[in-house]
T-cell receptor, first 112, second 117 residues
Framework: SQKIEQNSEALNIQEGKTATLTCNYT??????LQWYRQDPGRGPVFLLL?????KEKRKERLKVTFDTTLKQSLFHITASQPADSATYLC???????????FGTGTQLKVEL | ETGVTQTPRHLVMGMTNKKSLKCEQH?????MYWYKQSAKKPLELMFV???????ENNSVPSRFSPECPNSSHLFLHLHTLQPEDSALYLC????????????????FGPGTRLTVL
C-alpha cells in the first residue's frame, strides 16, 4: 500500500540545536515534495518545495534534501528557536500537478 | 493571513441537520481543494476543483456535497452526517496546474472545526 511516514510523532530539542525531521515514502514516484508548518487551530503554511531532480533546497534557516533512491526527504531547521515549535508536514505530489498526499506530521518542540 | 477565508470557524450540528461550509480565496487562483483533518490522522484530500470543474473526488461519501460556483468560492454542503465526520475541514487554493514548480504551493484557510452530535 502507499505510505508516507514521518519519523517520530513528537521531537523535543534544545534551543540553538538543529532539528532534523524525516519523511519516508513507499510506492510513490513523486515529481516534487513539499514541507508545511501547522500551528494549533490553524491551516498548514507552505515552507519549501523540492523537485525530484534537486538534491537540496535552502531558505534562511531551513534546508530540505530529497533522495529519490532512498525515497526519503530530510527537513532541517538550524539554530532552532522556541518560535519554531509547531507540527511539520511533508506532502508528496501523487497526481500530476495539484494532488498532494500528506504525512501524519511531526510535532516539534524547541525548549529553552 | 493566507488570502483564504473560511466560515464558519466552528460548527456544531446534529446528525439530521443540513449545513454548509464556505471558502473564499482572494489570490486569483484557479484550483481549490477540500481536506479533512482528524486527530492523529494525515490530512485527507476530499475534492479538487480546477477552473470550477471537479477533477478529484477521493471516494468521499455522498453526505458531503461540494459546489464551486466560480474560481473564488467553494462550498461543502453537509447533510445527515455521522459523529465520525467530526474533524477540522480545511480549504486550500493554488494556481492552476502548471509546469512551473512554484505553482504547486497550496494556500490553506484556517479551517472549520466541525462537531457532529
Amino acid at each position: 500500500s502507499q505510505k508516507i511516514e514521518q519519523n517520530s510523532e513528537a521531537l523535543n530539542i534544545q534551543e540553538g540545536k538543529t532539528a532534523t525531521l524525516t519523511c519516508n515514502y513507499t510506492n510513490y514516484s513523486p515529481a516534487y515534495l513539499q514541507w508545511y508548518r501547522q500551528d494549533p487551530g490553524r491551516g498548514p503554511v507552505f515552507l519549501l518545495l523540492i523537485r525530484e531532480n534537486e538534491k537540496e533546497k535552502r531558505k534562511e534557516r531551513l534546508k530540505v534534501t530529497f533522495d529519490t533512491t532512498l525515497k526519503q526527504s530530510l527537513f532541517h531547521i538550524t539554530a532552532s528557536q522556541p518560535a519554531d515549535s509547531a507540527t511539520y508536514l511533508c506532502a508528496l505530489d501523487t497526481g500530476g500537478g495539484n494532488k498532494l498526499t500528506f504525512g501524519t506530521g511531526t510535532q516539534l518542540k524547541v525548549e529553552l | 493571513e493566507t488570502g483564504v477565508t473560511q466560515t464558519p470557524r466552528h460548527l456544531v450540528m446534529g446528525m439530521t441537520n443540513k449545513k454548509s461550509l464556505k471558502c473564499e480565496q482572494h489570490l486569483g487562483h484557479n484550483a481549490m481543494y477540500w481536506y479533512k483533518q482528524s486527530a492523529k490522522k494525515p490530512l485527507e484530500l476530499m475534492f479538487v476543483y480546477n477552473f470550477k470543474e471537479q477533477t478529484e473526488n477521493n471516494s468521499v461519501p455522498s453526505r458531503f456535497s461540494p459546489e464551486c460556483p466560480n474560481s473564488s468560492h467553494l462550498f461543502l454542503h453537509l447533510h445527515t452526517l455521522q459523529p465520525e465526520d467530526s474533524a477540522l475541514y480545511l480549504c486550500a487554493s493554488s494556481p492552476s496546474k502548471s509546469g512551473r514548480s512554484n505553482y504547486n504551493e497550496q494556500f490553506f484557510g484556517p479551517g472549520t472545526r466541525l462537531t457532529v452530535l
